[in-house]
Every structure is written in C-alpha cells, then in structure tokens.
C-alpha cells in the first residue's frame, strides 16, 4: 500500500483541476455508515454497479462552504485484505485503480464507539493507504448507553489523524465533518503511528504474512483501547441491551424470530392485496381509456393487448416488493437480519445454502423478483447464485390462482383421515412442498458439483439492537423500487410486445360456415397465431404428460407470465375474455374444462392425473419472463437465466409426466 | 489442547491460537481471535450450529467447523 502512496501525485491537483473533492466513505458494516451518508449527501446521485462486478455502487453529492463534495460509499468491509468482490472494489477504488472512478482525495473511516477495537482494525490499515484519513467516531450515545466512554483527543493523538465524534440521526458533529473535508486538500496523508509501525515489524516471520499482520495489528490495538477507552463496570441495563437479551433468549428469541417471519410473510401476501388491487384497477382503467380513445387496428392491440397488458401485469408487483424491502430495511437497520441468518444457518447448510438465504428465500413465496433483489445481502458469491437460481422454485402467489382452480375443480372433495382435512387442501400443500423439496435438492446437488468449492466463511458479526433509521429505510425501499419500475419500462415492455406479436400474427382467417362472434374469433385468432402452432408442434412432448394440444397451447402462451393461463384457456375454449376470477367466469370455465374431450373422440382430457400433471408443471416451471430478466440484472450475465429456465423446464417436464404416469397407473 | 469448539456455553476461554493458513483463518483472526484474547461462548443457534460468541467488546458467530480451527488455552 505504500508504494502506491508514493507513486500517485494526483490527491492534491484532482480536487482543484476537477472542482470537486471526492471523499471515500469506509467502514465496518452495520457502523451506521449509511445513516452518515445521508446526514452529509441525502439522496445518492448515482446507484448501479461497479464495472464488471455485481457490487453495488453508491455516490453522492453535496455542496460545502461553496465546495462540491462527491461522496462514495464504499461497500462495508472488515478488512482491506481483498478477499472477495466487495473488499477488492474497496481497496481499487481507494488505489484509483476503478473505471470510472478518480482515485478520492481523502477518506472518511467510520468507526463504531461501542465496538472500537475491531474497527480499528480497518483503521489502522486507512492510515497507510497514502490518503488524508478522518476517523467519524459514530454510535456514540449506544456507547453512552453502554458505560463506554471513549476519549476521542487520545485517539487522535494515538491515530496521527483527526477524530471526530458524530451522531448522524441527529446531526451532531456532521457540520465539523464536513469542514474538515474541505479542508482536506490541504492537509498530508497520516504517517502511520511509531508505535503501529514497530508491532508489524515484530510480527511472527513464522506464520503466514497476512495472519502475522493481523496478529501485530491487534497487538498495537490493544495498547491503543487501553490508553483510550474506559468502561464503567456498574452502569445500569439501557433499553438496547434489554432488547438485546429478549432477542438472543433462547426461547423468547425464537418466538420473537418466528413472529418476524410470519408478519414479513403474511404482509407479503395480505397487507400488499389492497395495494395490488388499487394498481390492477388503474392498469384497467388505463386499458379501457386507451380502447375507447384509440382507434381500432394494429396499434391500439399493441398498445392494449401487449405493452398495457404485459406492464400492467407487472407493475402490479410493486406493493410487494416495497412491502419486503420496507421490512428488510428495518430488519438490516436495527441489526436483527444477520440474528435470521444466524438461527436459519444449520438447516440451510444441510441442503447447500446458508443461513443468509433464509429471508431471500422465504420471500420467493409471495413473488420470487423481490426475493431474488434481497439475494443482495448474501455477500458470498456463491451462495447467493445458488440462492436466486433455486428461488423461483418457492410456490410464488402467481401460481395460486392455477392450483385453487384445478384442486376446486378436478380433486374430489373428500376427507382424509380427520373429516376437517379434505382432499384438496392436502394436494394443495403438497404442491407447495414439491417446490420446496425440489429447490433443496437442486441446491444440494448443484452445490456438490456444479458450484462445489472451498468452504466459504460464515464468520459474522451480530450486531446489537439499534434504532433503525427512517432516511436510511426509505432510501432502501425508494432504491428498490425505482429499479424494479425502470426494469418493467424497458426489458419487459419489449418482452411483452414480442409476446404480444407471437400471438398476434398471423392473422386468422375464419371458414365461411362459422358464426363469427367475439369469443370465437378470439379462439380461433390463438390458434392461427405463431403461439398457437407452437402449441400444436409440441403436441406429441405433451401428450405423455397426459395433454391436449389445447393446453400445450396454454402452457406455451404462459411461458412469460404464468397467471395469464387460465385467462388463455378460456380464449381457447372459446369463452372469449373470461376473467377466471370471478365467480361466473370460473365456474363457466371449470364447466368447459371438465367437458372437454380430445379432439374427435368421447375421452375426457380433463382427469385428476392429468390436473395434478398441470399444477406440477406449474410448481416447477420458470413461466415468469420478469423474473428471468430480474435474475440476469441480479447476476450480470444472461448465462443464469437461461439456465434457470432450461433446468426448471426439465424439471417441471419430468415432474408432471411422472405425475400423469404414476396417477394413471395407480388409478386416481 | 481444546479447540473454541468444545467449550460449553456460558465458559470463556483464552485463545491459544488459530490453525489453517486459508481465507476462514485469516478472517477469524481479522474479526479479533487472536492469540491471547479472551472469549466466551454466548451460545448457540436452535439446532446447535452456528456458536455465539463474544470477544472484543462485540458479538461473532462462526460454525462449529470453523470454531474447531481455535485452540483455546488450558
């Protein structure tokens, strides 16, 4: 580090040249470092990723006394011994060596006061990076709360750079902060401390060099927290640290765990209902505005059948998607997240996952797009890959329209074993589980061959009770969101239209003898369609599956968005438009679908085997062109999402056609 | 020689050192498990794995694979 230090001549000319002063923000996760971002910069200019890695990018500006001041938050990290992507874009942006990014000309190193000892160690290694370094000294009144006393002049005085006490929620000490940044271009970078200097020279030439370091650095911290920080033995339990206790009680922890993850669950899918029906309701309105105003053709199709429909269809998520991310902002904010990760981690490991995959995963079952957005907090690269390529597996709420209309429709109503329990209810729950029980095989699997490698470490903090803070939360939500919306205006309008084309064209031409009222034309404008004969070119890939061409056609259609299939079945049949959501609607479609034969014969398609074949399709197919794309934003690369929907086809094949097999045999 | 591992739940130990020369050593004693310093087993997860510990003033979990690397001092 401190060659570079010695070769780089820009620190002082990039601020005057350029105009601004770039300030690199470091420091340990969960040290309230976002919370001093936003005192100092607000909302972030500039959020994406680094070039050519999935990790995120967040920049901010603000003016200063005049001076424009570009903040980076840099990723939170222990150590700038670069051992995984997050630590590796630190320590290159700190060197200058990041596309895209000047090297900063100084850097803030947010330390946490309640927990001074392990944050100096990131500290000590700032001091030699060959940058002027301000150490914020944040948390102070947790550390208050605690008896922690720290002395922040010794400190300084220790460190050969300045120490500033600041308490970001309120503002205190941010207004000095930002003084000294603008100041910063005139100062030298620290000399790293006599006394730093001479524990890493005595480090032990017999260890590895980087675990001697670390052992030297220690040693130098202790000497440091010694002279610097004072705790009180006798002072009284705060609020926190009850917190605390009732969070890690063996039982009270797991009752206050599993209370958690059912409201984060139940909000998901019943808080967000109202919110989803308000945008469905808006998305309709906006379709019959643009039928009545539009005139008839090619366009006002396009424009209603595709783009309104294939948006609309999506942007319905967005009460979800806010929902979890509202919740694990909060969770992340008051340090309860890595707790989840921590109680879920021996069950994970066993099918190839971590415990950081709890959360992302049980998201999935409401909609799999926001669960696969939270697969962010999994640091490990590996581990979060498995984690979004096995995510689309959990039974997402999409998928519940199709299982209650053919459990209602072909599962006979009958008890099994308790009269309470019925027939329908149990196939139901199966069809849940087999999502389950296939992701964990798949993981298992994947992670012994596939993506089998060294052991990953699971070595993390647990941070105490915080106040999670309000900017910070909403900033989360506000940065999901707004990316969930620009991928539904752009990658998916374009999915949606060529859909929408497929089904289209070309146009269909009606023998003379058929009566031609809308429903039919409807029907029979499928079938013509590109979509439709793709439909009847798969017929003999269905028809093991116990299949008509019909509902390969249905299949098909619902490759990009499965709920569209019982809508498309009704097209089908032709039932025209029927919205299989109303009461009339489903019981007229469940009426066609229990008479329909195969064509030219008596034989009934519908049976229970072949019903049960469907919704295991369903449970295991990748009918959802959002989440692929999600899935592709999410990894940077179209690798996954191609693999994604090659191996749950597969799967959702060979599951439904030993379904229809095994259930034909056995008689059901 | 125990390893961190061993130690019973409420017990604190001294760490006598870390063993294994991959990126899981180096970040235990980067997080502060060095030789010398005390820690004490908080407790565990429901099904036994991962360990909570405390040490340095903050709370650390680690798997019982990785907590088997740290030998605790008699």
């Excluded at chain 1, 006394?65 to 997050?86: C, F, N």
């Excluded at chain 1, 009958?414 to 964990?440: D, E, N, Q, T």
Aim: glycine share 8%.
């Amino acid at each position: 580090m401190s060659s570079v230090a010695a070769s780089d001549t820009s620190a002082g000319s990039a601020a005057s040249s350029s105009g601004h002063l770039s300030v690199a923000l470091l420091g340990n996760p969960n040290t309230g470092k976002s919370t001093l971002f936003s005192a100092l910069a607000g909302i972030p200019t500039r959020i994406g990723n680094y070039p050519g890695v999935t990790v995120e990018e967040k920049i901010g500006r603000f003016t200063h006394r005049g001076q424009g001041i570009e903040l980076i938050d840099l990723p939170g990290t222990y150590s700038l011994v670069a051992k995984s992507p997050d630590e590796q874009v630190v320590v290159d942006v700190l060197q200058g060596k990041m596309k895209g990014i000047t090297r900063p000309d100084c850097v803030v190193v947010v330390a946490d006061a309640t927990n001074l000892p392990r944050n100096l160690y990131l500290v000590s290694q700032a001091l030699a990076v060959g940058l002027p370094v301000v150490v914020a000294l944040t948390l102070g009144d947790v550390a208050d709360s605690k008896g922690i006393a720290v002395d922040h002049a010794a400190l300084s005085q220790e460190l050969g750079c300045p120490v500033i006490n600041v308490v970001a929620p309120r503002r205190l000490g941010i207004g000095r902060l930002a003084d000294m940044l603008v100041e910063a271009s005139d100062w030298q970078p620290p000399t790293p401390p006599m006394r730093l200097t001479s524990c890493l020279a005595a480090a032990d030439p017999a260890r590895p060099a980087a675990a001697a370091e670390a052992i030297a650095r220690y040693a130098w911290i202790d000497e440091v927290v010694n002279r610097v920080v004072t705790r009180q033995t006798d002072h009284r339990r705060s609020t926190s640290d009850r917190i605390d206790s009732l969070l890690t009680h063996r039982l009270w922890g797991t009752l206050v765990f599993v209370t958690t993850m059912l409201a984060i669950f139940s909000s998901i899918f019943w808080l967000a209902a109202p919110l989803m029906d308000l945008i469905s309701a808006g998305v309709d309105a906006l379709a019959s505005g643009a039928d009545a105003l539009m005139a008839e053709g090619t366009l006002k199709s396009l424009v209603v059948d595709g783009v309104i429909a294939g948006v609309g269809g999506v942007v319905v998520f967005l009460p979800q998607i806010a929902i979890l991310f509202l919740f694990v902002a909060i969770l992340e904010g008051c340090g309860y997240l890595s707790r989840t990760a921590f109680l879920m981690d021996r069950l994970l490991v066993g099918v190839g996952l971590s415990g950081k995959s709890f959360i992302p995963l049980l998201s999935s079952f409401a909609c799999a797009i926001p669960g696969i957005m939270a697969a962010r907090t999994i640091e490990n690269r590996r581990d979060r890959l498995l984690t979004i390529l096995v995510a689309p597996l959990m039974s997402c709420s999409a998928r519940l329209p199709v299982y209650l209309l053919l459990c209602g429709a072909f599962v006979p109503n009958i008890a099994v074993g308790v009269s309470w329990l019925r027939l329908p209810a149990v196939v139901l729950a199966a069809m849940y589980a087999i999502g389950v029980v296939v992701a964990a095989v798949v993981a298992f699997v994947l992670s012994r061959t596939v993506f089998r490698g060294p052991p990953q470490p699971f070595v993390m903090e647990l941070p105490g009770w915080r106040w999670p803070q309000p900017a910070v939360v909403l900033e989360r939500v506000r940065e999901a969101a707004v990316s969930f919306l620009k991928n539904a205006g752009t990658l998916i309008m374009a999915v949606s239209i060529v859909v929408w084309a497929l089904g289209t064209y070309p146009k269909p031409t009606l023998p003379a003898d058929v009566p031609a009222d809308a429903a039919v034309l409807e029907g029979e404008a499928l079938r013509q369609s590109f979509l439709g004969r793709a439909g009847r070119l798969i017929e003999p890939v269905v028809k093991p599956l116990g299949w008509d061409w019909r509902l390969g056609c249905a299949a098909v259609a619902s490759f990009p968005a499965r709920e569209v299939v019982l809508g498309t079945l009704g097209v089908i049949y032709n039932l025209g438009d029927v919205d299989p959501g109303e009461e009339e609607g489903a019981s007229l479609l469940i009426r066609q679908l229990r008479a329909a034969t195969w064509d030219g014969t008596d034989r009934k398609v519908f049976t229970l085997p072949v019903a049960l074949s469907i919704m295991v399709f369903f449970a295991l197919c990748a009918q959802c062109a959002s989440t692929l794309v999600v899935i592709g934003k999410e990894t940077g690369s179209w690798v996954w999402p191609v693999v994604t929907f090659s191996y749950m086809t597969g799967l959702a094949w060979l599951g439904a056609f030993l379904t229809y097999q095994a259930g034909t045999a056995l008689g059901w | 020689m125990r390893s961190l591992q061993e130690l019973t739940v409420g017990s604190t130990g001294q760490v006598a050192d870390v063993s294994g020369e991959d990126t899981t050593s180096l970040r235990l004693l980067e997080m502060g498990l060095t030789p010398g310093v005390a820690v004490t087993v908080v407790g565990t997860a429901p099904l036994g794995d991962p360990l909570e510990l405390e040490l340095r003033g903050y709370r650390l979990s680690i798997r019982r694979n990785e907590a088997a690397r740290v030998a605790i001092a008699h």
